[in-house]
């Protein structure tokens, strides 16, 4: 009953996309129908396999189904694996009852975790196909019991636009710490499975990173500038940072890489006298935080930072706050695992690309190429 409701419901829902019932002739017609997807709803009810309509231009998706679901299914068994461990802390107890789950049994919390696992390891070890000139990535520490001890572990993402100009997440990695061979190993790992046509990777100044990024796909690598400023901000001091960061600002602004670099050391200079360790911070950094600036004009909003992926950090950090210390590493592969799983399902559906395919298509090894009408 719920499964024939659901598919009337998006039969409505694309008819008034496509101006035009299934099969209907109309000169109304939006746009054409393109098969169907699979996809499995969890219900109070059961399990309900749905049959989601697609368009050929654009995109649909249901407005009934839960977006946030799996994640707070992932989060419920993080939460219950930690308290029938015994090591949850009384936020963690008070959020177990007030989520009715008193009688909680170590058979029903691995049967949940291995449902949730089998998804995302699935979606973590996919095949990454095609090009992907800009890859971001970024790291977050959590908390975590190791040995009887509680430690913290670099939780690492790496988020990625393809040739086609749609965002996708490439992979995620759990790490003692931050060390260029942990950056290394997590960069072979994408690279193994298909990662090719990178351009630029943009991160924070974590160490050994830019040496992993030269060694395994041998692309610029663009420091974040947000990050950057933070870093500048202290050697300026409380009275001088409004004018550094203006000082800094006016490089930031020019319209060629080359201008920008001219800038940049004219600012260096004016600052020496009076702030000889900033003034040598950017002549070091010079390179990596205006290495977005060789690339097209189009896209350096969206190059010069991490800031493209805050907005996902901050659902991991909202989420992973709930736990506080997590039981072990495989409870935050599969909380965060989850987390990026749908939000990937969010950007696959969206109707905006979050970068124009004919732009972004000439960084590609194989671009899109466009022939010129043939003469009459």
């Known amino acids: 009953m719920i499964g024939f409701a659901a598919q009337r419901l998006m039969a409505l829902e694309i008819g008034s996309l496509t101006g035009a019932g299934y099969g209907e002739k109309s000169d109304d017609r939006l746009a054409q129908r393109n098969g169907y997807r699979e996809r499995d709803w969890e219900t109070r009810a059961g399990t309900v396999e749905l049959r989601i309509p697609k368009l050929r231009k654009g995109s649909y998706f249901p407005g009934f189904l839960e977006p946030r679901r799996l994640a707070e299914k992932a989060l419920s068994a993080v939460v219950q694996e930690a308290y029938i461990q015994g090591i949850s802390t009384r936020s963690v107890d008070d959020l177990v009852k007030a989520m009715g789950m008193s009688g909680i049994s170590k058979s029903q919390v691995s049967r949940l975790c291995e449902e949730i696992d089998v998804r995302v390891k699935a979606f973590l070890d996919r095949p990454i196909e095609g090009d992907w000139p800009y890859v971001w990535i970024d790291a977050t520490y959590l908390k975590v019991r190791q040995n009887g001890r509680i430690v913290s572990v670099a939780v690492t993402i790496a988020v990625g636009v393809n040739s086609d100009g749609r965002r996708e997440v490439l992979g995620m990695a759990n790490g003692a710490s931050e060390a260029e061979t942990f950056w290394t190993d997590f ?8 990662l090719r046509g990178v351009k630029l990777i943009i991160s924070d100044a974590h160490e050994g990173i830019k040496a992993s990024v030269s060694r395994v796909f041998g692309v610029a690598w663009q420091r974040c500038r947000v990050h950057f400023s933070r870093n500048a901000q202290p050697h300026a001091g409380k009275s001088g940072r409004r004018v550094v960061s203006a000082f800094t ?4 602004a020019e ?27 950017m002549d070091t950094a010079e390179e990596d935080v205006l ?3 060789n690339f097209p004009a189009l896209h350096r909003t969206k190059l010069h930072s991490t800031n493209p992926i805050e907005r996902l950090n901050e659902e991991i950090k909202r989420r992973t706050n709930v736990v506080g210390i997590f039981p072990n590493e495989d409870a935050i592969t599969r909380l965060i695992g989850t987390i990026l799983l749908e939000q990937n399902d969010e950007w696959t559906v ?17 671009p899109i190429v466009t022939l010129s009408p043939m003469a009459a």
């Open 255 to 281: 319209e060629t890489p080359e201008a920008a670099s001219v800038q940049w050391r004219k600012v260096a200079d004016q600052l020496r006298p009076k702030v000889p360790r900033l003034a040598t911070l």
């Open 291 to 293: 290495a977005y600036m």
């Open 187 to 194: 960069l072979r790992s994408l690279a193994r499975r298909g």
């Open 249 to 252: 600002g006016t490089a930031f």
């Open 350 to 366: 969206k109707r905006a690309r979050y970068m124009t395919p004919e732009s972004v298509s000439q960084m590609s090894d194989d």
